[in-house]
């Protein structure tokens, strides 16, 4: 694997060991100072009484139906972040909040089972509707708030009600005038509505029942990344990328102008924010966007092609427009490219 050559050395120590024998704790982690600002959060807002246990485990997530929120694993460990952070993009303080206030959302949902009622389906959908990961979303409708990234409220009704929610929470959203004259505007009044009736009431379902934990986790580190990263590599690594990339950043080689860029190093340099993006509006799978963008740093690195001085902001954009339209040709054909039948 391609971001396994990037292992830091005082992780590699880690990689074939089962993660269930790393000793693992929530308690007096670095991501601990999160969960504890979300209860304040919640009891700013006047959730008095909805607090809900957090657990580490294989990704964010809630357990269907349970009101308690799974935080990545590697959040707790500063050599397992820094594994992260080369293979996955590790999530920052503002992207570790968001999802823990979109997992909140679900853990109140279930909590008082608010999906049970007929103003909940009314608003969100039917609770019961199969999910579907390759969802095609609708980009810019109003029907729906804008959190975490890929339109992901559009995904089903539950992720709706907690995008909803996590906008609702989230403090300075300005959510009344950001979202006025939407049609999103009547879910986020019923979540403030709803608020502010349980408050201070105790939930019929306090705690929720873990499924995976962290203490139960048998597989080592690297199959965990190799497994859930190895399909999204082998699709993006079948690309014919040299006609295009030759197209868009010079043809000479670095060696022959001293004075050139490597246009590995350019989309190296910026990989985090291209991938941020592309995610964000196209709404095709985080991995898969990185390892698109992975594949084209190292194509350019096997070609050497360059940038020259003057074009770097030019190449950038233009790279950049490159994987966004790969990224639609996905999610529309779901492959980067038309096959020769099409």
Not at 132 to 159: C, L, M, N, T
Not at 161 to 177: C, I, K
Request: proline share 7%; charged share 35%.
């Amino acid at each position: 694997m391609y971001a396994f050559e990037k292992t830091p050395p005082e992780v590699e120590e880690l990689l074939r060991r089962p993660i269930k024998e790393l000793g693992l704790k929530l308690e007096g982690s670095s991501v601990e100072k999160f969960v504890q600002q979300l209860y304040r959060e919640l009891d700013k807002k006047g959730l008095k009484r909805f607090r809900p246990p957090c657990y580490l485990t294989d990704e964010w997530g809630c357990p269907s139906g349970e009101p308690i929120i799974g935080i990545p694993f590697y959040l707790a460990d500063p050599k397992l972040a820094a594994l992260e952070r080369e293979m996955n993009d590790l999530e920052d303080e503002r992207e570790i909040m968001m999802y823990l206030r979109h997992e909140a959302g679900h853990a109140f949902n279930y909590a008082y089972r608010f999906y049970k009622t007929r103003e909940w389906r009314d608003l969100f959908g039917p609770f019961r509707r199969p999910y579907r990961d390759d969802y095609e979303p609708v980009p810019f409708s109003r029907k729906f708030v804008r959190h975490i990234a890929g339109w992901y409220a559009q995904k089903h009704p539950d992720e709706d009600f907690a995008e909803t929610f996590a906008v609702w929470l989230t403090p300075r959203s300005g959510w009344r005038t950001k979202y006025r004259g939407w049609a999103a505007m009547r879910k986020l009044r019923y979540v403030d509505r709803i608020a502010r009736r349980f408050g201070d009431v105790e939930p019929p379902r306090a705690r929720g029942a873990a499924d995976v934990t962290v203490d139960e986790m048998e597989t080592t580190i690297e199959d965990f990344y190799r497994d859930a990263r190895q399909s999204d590599e082998a699709l993006a690594a079948r690309l014919p990328l040299d006609v295009d990339l030759k197209e868009i950043f010079a043809k000479s080689r670095r060696r022959r102008r001293p004075t050139a860029r490597p246009a590995a190093d350019l989309v190296s340099e910026c990989r985090k924010p291209i991938v941020d993006r592309v995610t964000y509006w196209t709404g095709v799978r985080r991995p898969l966007v990185k390892s698109l963008v992975e594949s084209i740093e190292r194509r350019l690195r096997e070609l050497e092609l360059a940038t020259e001085p003057g074009r770097e902001r030019g190449d950038l954009a233009a790279v950049t427009a490159y994987v966004t339209t790969l990224a639609m040709n996905y999610l529309v054909r779901g492959e980067f490219i038309a096959t020769e039948e099409e």
